[in-house]
């Protein structure tokens, strides 16, 4: 059973602190798909081929290709969504988000057909099961800085409890997160904290693993972590590249703080491997062996 009481993390306040500083100044930095997660550069040579390899993995692991509905919880600005019906003739897809600036860019698109849903996860009540879930860079902002380790993973065990509830039998879910490396708690960035992602906290693996336990099978874990490095020194180089109409759209003091925070990114993912970046594939068990516990 759900425990309601757990305390969550990032508020919509805190995510459009963010994610809604303006469309148009995401757009100079970010792909053309405006994918704003870590590329997967395997065999990519640029930015868009990376994110589009990115996401037909996790449509893959997620068993997407084969779906008829998939749940894609942090939709963003919409690229996943937009794969899976363009590419992979996915009948119904419906994203979470709660930017009301990346809902207004997806619903702004012409013949765009996705459902777009201004609400967090746990405010999520589909009317019938999907066959896919995938998430990717949202996990990240589910538990807030200064929880205990128990109270994070009573809140991580909440989201695989509604994904397990959410899912068909045999169902797959594919996630993405930025996930604790080399780093304690407390070497987390205030900068980060107070500048970028306000109300938002890293997970460590074992946390993930202990949450999913008796509800999901983990199939493969990936540690990607030098794929974000290589995102963010493209994704700087485009904004410096279009600093000057970056600071036609803002000001100047918010251009140069988000080359800060991507410089700082570079060097947490590929200097001190502070930063994990973990791809997890999971499978719905479908009976599942569960002691009574928070959830």
Not at 43 to 61: C, E, G, M, P, V
Not at 168 to 177: C, D, R
Not at 254 to 267: N, P, R
Request: charged share 25%; glycine share 6%; proline share 2%.
């Amino acid at each position: 059973m759900e425990n309601n009481n757990v305390k969550q993390g990032a508020s919509k306040q805190a995510i459009q602190y963010h994610y809604d500083k303006s469309n148009l100044f995401f757009k100079l930095w970010l792909d053309p798909t405006m994918t704003y997660s870590c590329g997967m550069w395997e065999n990519a040579t640029t930015l868009l081929d990376a994110q589009l390899q990115k996401l037909d993995f996790h449509i893959l692991q997620a068993r997407g290709a084969e779906a008829t509905s998939v749940l894609d919880i942090g939709c963003g600005w919409g690229s996943l969504m937009h794969r899976l019906k363009d590419e992979y003739g996915v009948r119904n897809v419906t994203g979470l988000t709660l930017s009301k600036a990346q809902a207004e860019w997806i619903n702004s698109k012409p013949h765009s057909d996705c459902q777009v849903l201004l609400e967090s996860w746990t405010q999520h009540q589909p009317t019938r099961p999907y066959d896919s879930i995938i998430s990717i860079g949202a996990f990240e902002h589910f538990a807030k800085r200064h929880l205990s380790k128990e109270q994070r993973i009573n809140i991580y065990r909440r989201f695989f409890l509604n994904c397990h509830r959410w899912l068909q039998k045999g169902g797959y879910l594919s996630l993405q997160t930025i996930g604790c490396g080399n780093m304690l708690r407390q070497d987390f960035s205030q900068f980060f904290e107070r500048e970028i992602f306000p109300e938002s906290d890293l997970p460590r693996l074992g946390e993930i693993a202990e949450a999913a336990e008796c509800l999901f099978e983990i199939i493969q874990v990936r540690n990607d972590r030098l794929d974000y490095a290589i995102t963010a020194r493209e994704w700087r180089k485009n904004l410096k590249k279009h600093a000057a109409e970056a600071l036609e759209i803002t000001d100047k003091a918010t251009v140069a703080k988000y080359e800060q925070y991507l410089g700082m990114v570079i060097l947490g993912f590929e200097v001190f491997e502070s930063m994990n970046l973990y791809r997890i594939t999971f499978r719905r068990i479908n009976k599942p062996r569960e002691e009574k516990r928070v959830g």
